[in-house]
């Protein structure tokens, strides 16, 4: 596959809230932060190694309410569906979901479905990932400036070239939800658990889209934290806009969702960007950074620092320090969320109150908006939710 200039810019940066400039360079997976803890001494240690060992239950889970076996037994079925999807090709090298995309189960169809409407098409493809279970759905350009530059072989954690397919032309994002009652918990091993379910659950509905799309004739790749940025392609398909914790806010479920993706060549119209006044809204809002029990998440204006190597470079935005957070992570032996429930857009919009109040936020009162979310976001004991 060739690459583009990197430096590009594109037409709907600006409503997208994206600002490249020309140091820009594509973000090498290995460098994430969950890839580093498996090669990089600076980052791996025995805490980060145990971190790894509990999703097995090869260490023992830690005491107290929100860790007991129970909340990590929990924890770690939600994550089954995924972990079967991530191991069936390791002996390869392939984490997929994570180092790599989904391996397709099923052939391209050799007849094509003719597609002579791509708007009616987009619409069908929304159709069905609602039918399979997807919350949301988005479809944008294949943008190649957010792949990877390279996946990463597991086997010795060298870079490896990606094996998508020529002539991809769009890119369909999805939205599942995470519980919003295990979220509350944060952070515990219990609240993990929603985000296990979700990334299960996603697992299963981009590969039943993927193959759907297959099924008409057309390349169809599922994929999930692998082959590229997730949310340059979220917020691009006018799903909603990126915000101070590092996630995409959505006008139904705020930041409480994992995103999937689908890189396809079926024809179909693209959605554009949103601008909400998200970003207007966490210029004046600092709850996830206040909340951040080790400062990982950024104050002031975006900028185009970056903190370590986890972090993209010549992209200005909110930009948090990975190492810390994942430092945290490792002594939790579990995810952290905080900055996603005290988030004053985690609400339930299914209520007219959360509706008004997130018409407050991204408008000129949001500074009443903010006064209004000051007792936002308390956490909830994890034994309230065993307890019903």
Not at 14 to 19: M, Q, R
Not at 123 to 149: H, P
Not at 150 to 157: E, G, H, P, W
Not at 303 to 330: H, L, M, Q, Y
Request: aromatic fraction near 10%; glycine fraction near 6%; include cysteine.
């Amino acid at each position: 596959m060739t690459w583009p200039a990197n430096s590009a810019k594109h037409a709907d940066d600006a409503a997208a809230g994206i600002e490249v400039d020309e140091t820009f360079e594509p973000f090498a997976q290995r460098d994430d932060i969950f890839s580093r803890a498996m090669w990089d001494e600076s980052v791996r240690s025995p805490r980060t190694d145990a971190f790894f060992a509990s999703y097995r239950i090869e260490a023992a889970p830690r005491r107290g309410d929100g860790f007991t076996q129970r909340d990590f037994a929990l924890r770690n079925a939600s994550w089954l569906i995924s972990d079967i999807m991530t191991d069936r090709h390791a002996a390869q090298g392939r984490r997929e979901g994570f180092q790599a995309a989904l391996s397709a189960d099923t052939p391209v169809s050799p007849d094509r479905v003719p597609v002579d409407d791509p708007a009616r098409m987009a619409a069908e493809v929304k159709r069905t990932a609602r039918f399979f279970g997807a919350q949301l759905c988005g479809i944008t350009d294949f943008d190649r400036r957010w792949l990877y530059s390279a996946r990463v072989d597991t086997r010795d954690m060298s870079e490896a070239p990606h094996d998508l397919p020529e002539g991809l032309t769009s890119v369909i994002v999805l939205g599942h939800e995470m519980d919003a009652d295990l979220v509350a918990t944060y952070p515990s091993a219990l609240a993990g658990a929603a985000t296990g379910k979700a990334y299960s659950h996603e697992a299963a509905v981009a590969l039943q889209l993927a193959t759907f799309i297959r099924n008409l004739g057309y390349q169809a790749v599922a994929s999930m934290n692998d082959t590229a940025l997730v949310i340059p392609y979220a917020v691009k398909a006018g799903l909603g806009e990126y915000a101070r914790n590092q996630l995409v806010i959505t006008p139904q479920l705020g930041p409480r969702l994992r995103f999937s993706k689908i890189f396809t060549d079926l024809p179909l119209t693209h959605d554009t960007p949103r601008p909400l006044g998200v970003a207007a809204f966490c210029d004046i809002c600092t709850k996830c950074a206040d909340a951040c029990p080790v400062a990982a998440l950024p104050y002031g204006a975006p900028s185009t620092d970056r903190p370590n190597r986890s972090a993209i470079k010549g992209v200005r935005k909110w930009t948090s320090d990975a190492e810390k957070c994942f430092g945290f992570w490792a002594k939790l032996a579990s995810d952290c969320a905080i900055c996603l429930r005290v988030c004053p857009f985690n609400r339930d919009y299914t209520h007219w109150t959360a509706r008004v109040w997130r018409r407050l936020a991204l408008s000129r009162f949001r500074r009443l908006a903010l006064w209004l979310a000051r007792d936002h976001g308390a956490r909830v004991k994890p034994q309230n939710w065993w307890a019903g």
